[in-house]
């Protein structure tokens, strides 16, 4: 422990500290942004052990818990997924996890408590709930459930809870402002939350095959901006092609452009060209309004006409969140591109194919950033059963971790697992600097089922892409009346003040 807390005294002399917000960071560089994205490589915690003579840690100056904050030995139980751990059950030569297992330790040291984790399903914790079981004080699960489960009354505010700080930078305020309901914070994002991190989508690219093909180069397009949806489909028209001579496209052992699944590539190439399903008004309400939004109308329509028009370049997959088709198919120089997720990239780590890392490209040139989407996050909630003393402890403990885990745990996933363990060239790391400075977050698929799956229905009906317009609206009164329920109960949670 004392290894690690001198390891850690030398992260904070190199990242910026000050607590303020920003929609989107202006550089990946800026912790101080709400980003949580390291500051530089020397971030990254040396392998040398420190000399004795280096002082101890005090987080105090980092998030502003009680120095004497004591909770005297008692329990507090995370409940959740596996993607987005909070525990290690033991150290690891893995730094990113040996960082997590040296985390709980700290906090539950620094606390007095004893931490505990259990992996178990929706239904099985949402049973214990429903039942008023005390176990759990702090849930995690796919997004849509934790609205519709605060709006239930399941779930206390979290702005009703102590301890809990959103003015520190380890609370990402580009994501978290998109979370809220009337103002209203049901759940929140901090550096705790590595899968705010590794549920962002890229694109993964055969090198060999930017050659073969004699292609420009993929990272000098990104750098000068022109990483467009039209160089993306002319990138995989000139890699598409009858690889086995059957005169048909229709088996995986033919060559693609593109590998992706359907139901993510419509909400990638929204959210790449800077649309959202759902926005808020000035009272911060959802409100899905495809009056309101023409332009929205025709990223869809131009997006359907890409992937499908013509000679389509994209082979499609449902097996799974990454595809072992699609996997294959970059090992074996049968696919220029594949949809993927930081979470999905260490699949890859022993694959001998030489790839590389791209944001999702732009709608156009005209576009300012390159607009990366973060994947249907794991979010979490404070379950209304446990008593307001054992949740404000859970509290205490996720603000300990957060605080932690902007400078330690972080830049170890960052600069060390991203940028030195998945990354096959220094110009992906420059690529991820890029991704992870202009992550976004859409409400649209976690405040109710509807908007999402109305959306992904069209585009993935390739035998019927006529009349969007009339399709959508025949869909509207329902994803309305959907949303209205979620927000209606959002907005009449109890507070405990």
């Known amino acids: 422990m004392k290894r690690i807390l001198a390891l850690m005294l030398a992260l904070l002399m190199l990242i910026p500290l000050a607590a303020c917000s920003s929609d989107k960071p202006s550089t990946p560089a800026d912790t101080s942004s709400g980003t949580g994205t390291p500051s530089d490589p020397g971030t990254a915690a040396p392998d040398t052990e420190p000399a004795e003579t280096e002082p101890e840690f005090d987080p105090g100056w980092v998030d502003d818990l009680p120095k004497d904050l004591n909770f005297g030995g008692a329990s507090v139980t995370f409940a959740g997924l596996k993607d987005m751990r909070m525990t290690m059950e033991e150290d690891s030569a893995d730094r990113y996890e040996s960082a997590v297992y040296e985390r709980q330790l700290y906090v539950a040291e620094r606390l007095n408590v004893k931490i505990e984790e259990v992996f178990t399903s929706l239904a099985n914790w949402t049973a214990a709930v429903r039942a008023n079981d005390d176990t759990y004080q ?145 009272d911060d309400i959802p409100y899905f309004d495809l009056d309101m939004n023409e332009e929205f109308i025709n990223v869809l329509d131009r997006a359907i006409k890409m992937m499908y028009d013509g000679d389509p370049f994209w082979k499609h997959w449902d097996d799974g969140d990454i595809s072992e088709s699609g996997v294959a198919a970059l090992q074996e120089n049968r696919a220029l591109m594949l949809d993927c997720t930081f979470y999905s990239i260490d699949k890859m780590r022993e694959m001998d194919a030489d790839f590389g890392v791209l944001p999702y490209p732009k709608y156009s040139e005209d576009q300012q950033a390159y607009d990366c989407r973060i994947l249907d996050l794991a979010l979490s909630m404070f379950p209304s059963p446990a008593s307001l003393e054992s949740v404000n402890r859970m509290a205490a403990v996720l603000e300990a971790m957060s605080s932690y885990a902007i400078r330690y745990t972080i830049p170890e996933y960052y600069e060390i697992r991203l940028k030195t363990k998945y990354a096959r060239d220094q110009e992906s790391g420059e690529m991820f600097d890029i991704i992870m400075s202009n992550r976004v977050f859409d409400l649209g698929v976690a405040i109710a089922k509807e908007p999402e799956r109305a959306v992904r229905e069209i585009f993935v009906d390739k035998n019927n892409h006529t009349k969007i317009v009339s399709r959508l609206s025949g869909k509207a009164d329902a994803i309305i009346e959907a949303m209205d329920a979620i927000v209606d109960g959002i907005l009449n949670m109890q507070s405990v003040h």
Not at 200 to 215: G, H, M, S
Request: hydrophobic share 40%; glycine share 6%.
């Open 138 to 282: 702090y849930c995690s699960t796919r997004s849509v459930y934790i609205y519709e489960y605060s709006a239930e009354g399941l779930a206390y505010l979290w702005t009703d809870l102590d301890y809990l700080d959103f003015t520190k930078d380890y609370w990402f305020d580009y994501i978290n402002e998109k979370l809220t309901v009337g103002n209203r914070v049901v759940t929140a994002v901090s550096a705790a939350n590595i899968n705010s991190y590794a549920n962002t989508t890229v694109i993964l690219f055969n090198k060999k095959l930017i050659e073969d093909y004699a292609l420009e180069d993929p990272y000098e397009l990104v750098r000068s901006g022109k990483w467009t949806w039209d160089k993306f489909a002319e990138f995989g028209h000139k890699a598409t092609f009858d690889l086995n001579g059957d005169g048909a496209m229709t088996k995986d052992d033919d060559a693609w452009g593109y590998y992706g699944q359907g139901r993510q590539v419509v909400q990638d190439l929204i959210i790449s060209a800077g649309q959202l399903l759902v926005y808020k008004d000035a």
